[in-house]
């Protein structure tokens, strides 16, 4: 298969860390991973004029720099969550906490699956806040922040009202507050049997109610319904249930829970975002066609063509799951280094060299996505008597490649030919 994808991808990214593109290409160009994911909830205190706002830390052993000791590995972090006015003058709350991790197996260190858990809860008035996150990695002393606008909710019975709603990591076959796994990231992608959900229903007297629920596609068109009749109780009613569809293809979401009374009039709803995206792939590839026609540079054009004339998305899905593979055999697409190292590039190159048409389809962006970052660049944008071009050095294949932008508008193409198996990459 092309020369084994030019040796997977040469062995994942060589010279990935010392490019000389675009004034040094920053490793975190490619790293479209979050440091870590968070997850604000409201709920109802019980206490008046207050808000219970849960804030769930998810953090990936990935983001942790673990140190070899005679047990194992250890690693340890801190996070500080702080919560100003809607002004970020005045410091309302904060909270800092740490946490220690050991495991036994290197391999555990650098999972993108295995992550640790935090829940701390404030009790605020209803309003908007400005919320801080930051993990500070204890042995690196590197600190990922995150900064949201948040708004806390009154949810206050009037005669009824609802909590936010918890997207939960799997079924719960026990319905128990204390089994309860959050979904902290909403990326339903991994989901199986149904999309599990928890939220809470606070009503001032029993009665009978029929829920409705919807699921948007990014432009707000309903691809899902279903409903649920419910008893509720004075007070709280927790409400577990597992949509019965979580075939999502790759994109951005909306769940709508509506609460109806029994003539199916509104008394109130809430909606919640989630997504479906494999780690590895850009943050903004919702268009599976996109991410299959990007596979040019490693695949030929009948396995193209093969994966998009699956009869719907859940076979698309898995022919395009079954070719990667096919290129390198990992338990989990999101477990593939060559998969990662792939639509990192493709993403740089989107970034980088768009100019009339999508930079993973320009010549740089070919030449990016197979060879990686150049060793070196020479630019010459103002020569005298000579079209703005540039001069790509790999050093390890002894290679050099001439791109000339001939219209002056940054259409750089390449006129060094491409020799042997490279030759066949191009359109």
Known sequence: MKIIFLLLLTIVGFNFA????????????????????????????????????????????????????DSG??????????????????????KTWSDKIFVNKFD?????????LNLK?????????FVRTAVDDIESKAEFPIEIYFNVRDLSTKPISISDIMILEKRMEEHSINKIIPNVSGNVASLVN????????????????NIKYSILDKRLKSIFKENQTQLVDSGKTQIFYTLKDS???????????????????KLVSIQRPFFSHWVGLPTNAADLDKVIEQ????????????????????EKLKRFQDFWQSVYNAPKIEDNPVFSEYYRRVAYADDHFS???????????????????????????FDIDAKPYEVWQYYNLNVSLVFVDRTGFGDYRLITPLTGDLYRFRR
Do not use: C
Request: hydrophobic share 35%; charged share 20%.
């Open 121 to 129: 809860s404030f009790y605020l008035a209803p309003g908007k806040y």
């Open 194 to 209: 149904g999309l599990p959900v928890f939220y809470e229903i606070y009503s001032n007297a029993p009665q009978k109610i």
């Open 295 to 314: 596979l040019i540079y490693i695949a030929s054009s009948s396995q193209i063509s093969f994966i998009k004339k699956g009869k719907t998305k859940e």
């Open 18 to 69: 010392n490019a000389q593109i675009e004034n040094a290409t920053e490793q975190n160009d490619f790293n479209n991973s979050p440091k870590f994911y968070e997850d604000l909830l409201n709920f109802s205190s019980g206490k008046e004029n207050k808000t219970r706002v849960d804030v769930f830390i998810q953090v990936p052993y990935t983001t942790v720099q673990f140190v070899k000791n």
């Open 73 to 94: 590995f250890a690693g340890s972090y801190s996070v500080t969550v702080s919560v100003f006015d809607k002004d970020k003058e005045k410091l309302i709350e904060e």
């Open 355 to 381: 100019q009339y048409f999508s930079g993973w389809n320009s010549d740089r962006g070919m030449v990016f996505i197979l060879l990686g970052p150049p060793d070196n660049v020479d630019r010459h944008p």
């Open 108 to 116: 555990q260190t650098i999972s993108k699956n295995i992550y640790s």
């Open 247 to 265: 075939s999502f293809s790759l994109g951005l979401y909306n769940l709508r829970v509506e609460i109806m009374n029994g003539d199916d009039k």
